[in-house]
């Protein structure tokens, strides 16, 4: 019995051992890899006509879902900040506080989120596919680097859509705050924008964002064509890199919104 | 070749309408306006004490803001805190001898300097030292004076 639980608790420790250093050596092969796509974007630069098709890809066809997600999330922050704040008699406020929190937080944040969702899932899947089909490897027998080709410019029209996708949302973000604050709950209007204009800055809140989702668009960009290409060359090895690209997306825009929101604003 | 084209179009609009994005947040949701850059002059004024101003509290007359506190120093020969502030080129006419109040907006507002027009014929001018400050009421200085002054009262 008591032989029996140590050899649990002894597999156990393997297991998270072994997760450890599995996550350890993805962690490292994604930094690489990273490396590879910056080394490699001058030659993709060279060919701006690749780069526009991707941002059309990424960023275009993205725009719909982030323009709807910002004006209904605009709206919300505007309805919660006025349930809360008339109570102290302070729902002029309500468009600073949809702003500091669209601007700093949520544009960016939202962004990315819903970014690996609509395009990041779209970038793995069609390279892990372009590898499973063996599209990868008949380029290299070509003589075609499959990285600067396909890869970067994937990797650059997401780099590139991110920030723009994120201003965006902020902007319609605040439109939506402004019909539901001005529009149907009848605050001031211009209570509403001077106390914005007051309490918002340029080089504090626009700016953190908009290099914030700079960085977002790294991330997400690179850990979608990162599970594509190196996703296992089966219809189940694609759906799974996807799925992960996804996840891992989600998770490190979290991680790195906590640590750049510490960095630009600072808790010191 | 008519797809390239909708491509192009698609992605000019799109880079086209976050650069629309960003000035409607440059303009309308920051305070981008007036003196942001190096233009205006520069005064410094001391205080006792500063209460809880800091740097980019407005600086005001009349209710108008016309500047901004630039930076907060220390003077450890004087022990007084220097506070220099930065006012717009367009308000060039203020008397030498205004002065300058640490005031409060509201019950729960931030601090704020407040300046008082002077009747001199002279106008301030960049470099120059308001001589006449009025130091940030502490609230809990206000209230052990007060007390004291009642505990004085019932002697």
């Known amino acids: ?268 | 070749m008519q797809q390239t084209r909708a491509v192009e179009l698609g992605t000019g609009l799109f880079v086209f309408m976050g650069i629309l994005a960003l000035f409607f947040l440059a303009t309308r949701v920051t305070s981008f306006d007036s003196y942001s850059g190096d233009e205006g002059y520069e005064l410094t004024a001391r205080f006792d004490q500063i209460g809880t101003l800091k740097t980019r509290s407005p600086v005001s007359i009349s209710g108008v803001q016309i500047g901004r506190v630039t930076s907060i120093d220390f003077d450890v020969e004087r022990l007084e805190a220097v506070v220099s502030i930065r006012i717009s080129s367009r308000y060039n006419r203020i008397p030498a001898d205004s002065d300058a109040r640490i005031l409060t907006s509201g019950i729960l507002g931030g601090q704020y300097i407040g300046l008082q027009p002077g009747g001199a014929d002279e106008y301030f001018r960049d470099g120059d030292e308001i001589a006449f400050t009025q130091s940030a009421v502490v609230l809990e200085q206000l209230i052990s004076k007060y007390l004291f002054e009642r505990g004085g009262d019932g002697d």
């Open chain 1, 1 to 268: 019995m008591k032989n029996d639980s140590a050899r649990g608790l002894n597999r156990l420790a393997l297991e998270i051992g072994y997760s450890l250093r599995g996550f350890l050596q993805t962690f490292g092969a994604g930094q690489i890899f990273l490396l590879r796509l910056i080394i490699n974007s001058p030659y993709a630069l060279a060919r701006p006509r690749l780069i526009i098709k991707q941002v059309y890809v990424t960023g275009v066809q993205s725009l719909v879902v982030i323009m709807l997600a910002g004006l209904f999330v605009g709206m919300v922050l505007a309805l919660q900040g006025y349930l809360t704040l008339s109570k102290f008699g302070a729902e002029d406020t309500i468009g600073m506080v949809a702003a500091l929190g669209l601007t700093r937080e949520l544009g960016p944040v939202v962004t990315a989120l819903l970014f690996a969702g609509r395009a990041g899932t779209a970038l793995s899947s069609e390279i892990g596919l372009m590898r499973a089909t063996d599209q990868l490897s008949g380029m290299e027998m070509m003589a075609v680097d499959p990285i600067k080709r396909v890869v970067v410019p994937r990797f650059l029209g997401g780099v590139i859509a991110m920030p723009l996708l994120a201003v965006i949302f902020s902007a319609m973000g605040i439109f939506g705050a402004w019909l539901e604050g001005v529009i149907i709950l009848g605050v001031d209007e211009g209570a509403f924008w001077s106390q914005m204009q007051a309490q918002v800055e340029l080089g504090q809140d626009v700016m953190s964002g908009i290099i914030k989702s700079i960085f977002f668009g790294v991330a997400a960009s690179m850990l979608a064509v990162f599970e594509g290409y190196n996703c296992v060359p089966t219809a189940e090895g694609v759906g799974r890199a996807t799925t992960r690209a996804v996840v891992h997306t989600s998770l490190s825009v979290l991680v790195l919104n906590f640590m750049l929101t510490a960095w630009l604003l600072g808790g010191t």
